[in-house]
T-cell receptor
Framework: ETGVTQTPRHLVMGMTNKKSLKCEQH?????MYWYKQSAKKPLELMFV???????ENNSVPSRFSPECPNSSHLFLHLHTLQPEDSALYLC?????????????FGPGTRLLVL | GQNIDQPTEMTATEGAIVQINCTYQ??????LFWYQQHAGEAPTFLSY??LDGLEEKGRFSSFLSRSKGYSYLLLKELQMKDSASYLC??????????WGAGTKLIIKP
């Protein structure tokens, strides 16, 4: 039973649509992450929030826009996506950002861009 | 650049032992993680190594050699439920996790 939930689990959208992914963690953690997972590729870190402040933005295109209203919730707003953005989007949380911090993952949102 | 290498796929027999290797080249090293990910599910934490040597946890063990940039995950008494992808990840000097592409382990009866 995971302490990190994500909605929706599956999403199909056209390139002109706007949608949002939601992540919620029930673990009392202070750091939250967005990852992109494509088939047979390493997890790609997209954004990191520590105590609601964005600390990392790994050259992610502006069509992806994160929002972290509090330490328990994280959103990823999507607009004018491309077919190559189709992937599994994983949210994770950890107590803080640090070397030994175990990250706990949500089940992901499977996104298909047509 | 930063790089994590692990085999793409491995096959093993139920009840046997399998070793999944991971080699890394990163800017700094602050620990190495192994995660398990079943198809369609979230990655889940298996182990963390920061010092050289073997860490044993039930049927799973993880080994680290920092001088060689090398780790392995050892799975004993394999069960069908161990069929999954195993992800190796290294924390670099900026405390970012650098991930390998994962090793898909197939267990046959």
């Amino acid at each position: 039973e995971t302490g990190v939930t994500q909605t929706p689990r599956h999403l199909v959208m056209g390139m002109t649509n706007k949608k949002s992914l939601k992540c919620e963690q029930h673990l009392g953690h202070n750091a939250m992450y967005w990852y992109k997972q494509s088939a047979k590729k390493p997890l790609e870190l997209m954004f990191v929030y520590n105590f609601k402040e964005q600390t990392e933005n790994n050259s992610v295109p502006s069509r992806f826009s994160p929002e972290c209203p509090n330490s328990s919730h994280l959103f990823l707003h999507l607009h004018t996506l491309q077919p190559e953005d189709s992937a599994l989007y994983l949210c994770a949380s950890s107590q803080e950002v640090g070397a030994q911090e175990t990250q706990y993952f949500g089940p992901g949102t499977r996104l298909l861009v047509l | 650049g930063q790089n994590i290498d692990q085999p793409t796929e491995m096959t093993a027999t139920e009840g046997a032992i399998v070793q999944i290797n991971c080699t890394y080249q990163t800017s700094g090293f602050n620990g190495l993680f192994w995660y398990q990910q079943h198809a369609g599910e979230a990655p889940t934490f298996l182990s963390y190594n920061v010092l050289d040597g073997l860490e044993e946890k039930g049927r799973f063990s993880s080994f680290l050699s920092r001088s060689k940039g090398y780790s392995y995950l050892l799975l004993k008494e394999l069960q069908m439920k161990d069929s999954a992808s195993y992800l190796c990840a290294v924390t670099d000097s900026n405390y970012q996790l650098i991930w390998g592409a994962g090793t898909k382990l197939i267990i046959k009866p």
